[in-house]
């Protein structure tokens, strides 16, 4: 009799529970959150920069003038994490919406010193030091890290089109004179081309600079990198 009430307080506790439980799980399973929780979080937290973005290479390397007549060079940038870009000054397409997108990733990381930016014109007889100061003023840039370059014609050409695979070059048929790739290069603190990949697995090179989507993914593995 005893062992015959034991079963059914066991029985009726076993119904108790669920009664709560068991629509708690369906709500779950429903709304696909099973997996989710402070176990995930732990999962997700181990993974470390080194798997969430990928190792291109070494960055190309350049020694070029910037706005203030000084000598930049990859040196410059040892110990920092970097974004870098082709353009032009009088360019009427793609680079205002380029200069844009940069000025809201120097407002992100504005004053942390191990983050800079570099844009490298591709028509430097016009953009002299002087035209690139004007430019970055025009800009209203505040970053002591971003330098703004030229130098030698065929050497950026060259850097562009076979150090980055960035495409540039000139197009008397085009608006403005010159044509060129709108990505931005991500460059880690020992000087290594870093990216992210795309939904398929596969390495993404470079980002978008023209799109929303592009600035907000580069935004994101920059801090990646700064915490590295």
């Not at 068991?22 to 709304?31: A, F, L, W, Y």
């Not at 430019?135 to 076979?162: C, E, M, P, Y």
Request: hydrophobic share 40%.
């Amino acid at each position: 009799m005893i062992k015959n009430k034991s079963f059914i307080g066991i029985a009726f506790i076993i119904l108790i529970f669920g009664i709560y439980a068991v629509p708690k799980i369906v709500s779950r399973i429903q709304n696909s959150d099973v997996v989710k929780g402070d176990r995930l979080d732990k999962v997700s937290s181990s993974s470390s920069a080194e798997d969430a973005l990928v190792k291109i290479g070494p960055a190309p390397k350049f020694e070029l003038t910037n706005q203030n007549g000084e000598k930049i060079t990859n040196d410059t940038y040892k110990g920092k994490v970097y974004v870098l870009e082709f353009f032009f000054t009088t360019c009427p397409s793609i680079c205002p919406k380029m200069n844009q997108s940069m000025l809201i990733i120097e407002k992100k990381f504005f004053g942390n010193p191990n983050f800079g930016i570099v844009s490298i014109t591709i028509d430097p007889v016009h953009d002299t030091p002087a035209v690139l100061k004007s430019h970055a003023v025009l800009l209203g840039v505040k970053s002591s890290n971003w330098n703004f370059l030229t130098g030698d014609r065929q050497t950026i050409f060259d850097l562009a089109n076979k150090g980055y695979n960035l495409y540039a070059g000139e197009n008397s048929k085009v608006n403005g004179g010159f044509e060129h790739s709108g990505m931005f290069a991500l460059i880690d603190k020992n000087g290594n081309i870093r990216c992210r990949k795309d939904e398929f697995g596969n390495p993404i090179l470079y980002y978008d600079g023209l799109e929303k989507a592009g600035v907000r993914d580069i935004q994101q593995d920059i801090s990646i990198l700064l915490a590295e």
